[in-house]
């Protein structure tokens, strides 16, 4: 990496994980669009995983009664299915339709988060097998699984708090399984993806830290705001990469 890419990824890890203190989602979708800018989708993938593991065990751990382990019983056996089907298919498919996808999905999240589109109504729990399907693939394939569950979750939770601990305890599990998956695989057993998540894990963990002082006080429609600018920019590069691959 140049020096100039090494600063560039410091950045976007503060960024992203300043954001998954204060939110307890969004940092895949902040950082592998981004990351994937300048480096392999293969290894942006893998690294984010390790790297949002541990921010769920950091922010799960902590809040660890608020946790809604009611909602999490159906979630996460049909995640583990999303996540088998989606690491199939970063093993087998090429990068440049996969970074078109990456585009469209994360411009299509970044729009709800900047109109802050939602409803009022409970989401059905019968919702939460296509959300978990969905999210576990992507996941798998993106490292940006969040946003099926953040959706069904935010019509589920309404204490911030409470969502922002149910998130990382999802987000946990499913990383285990992702983290197991990409072992079969091959793609957690190269050298480099361990040298940087150990590089980059004080950088995560500091962001982590000033991002949990910062949740209570921002609201969160002006978190998910913030998160959709970023997300717009995001998509936009990550698109404009896909075209000259």
Known sequence: MTPEQFAATAAILLAAYWIRGITGFGSGLVAVPLLALFMPLKFVVPLVLLLDF???????????KRVKWDELGILIPFGVVGVVLGTSLLLRLPAEPMLIALAAFVFIFAVRSL????????????WAVPAALTGGTVGALFGTGGPPYVIYLSHRIRDKSDLRATFSALFFFEGLTRIASFLVAGLLLTAQIWIA???ALPL???????GGHMHVSLSQGQMTRLVGMLLLVSSISLLFKAMNV
């Open 54 to 64: 541990t921010a769920s065990l950091v922010i799960g751990g902590l809040h660890f």
């Open 204 to 210: 995560v963990l500091g962001a982590l830290y000033l």
């Open 197 to 199: 998540y150990v590089v």
């Open 115 to 126: 109109f802050n589109i939602h409803g009022d109504k409970p989401a059905s729990r019968g």
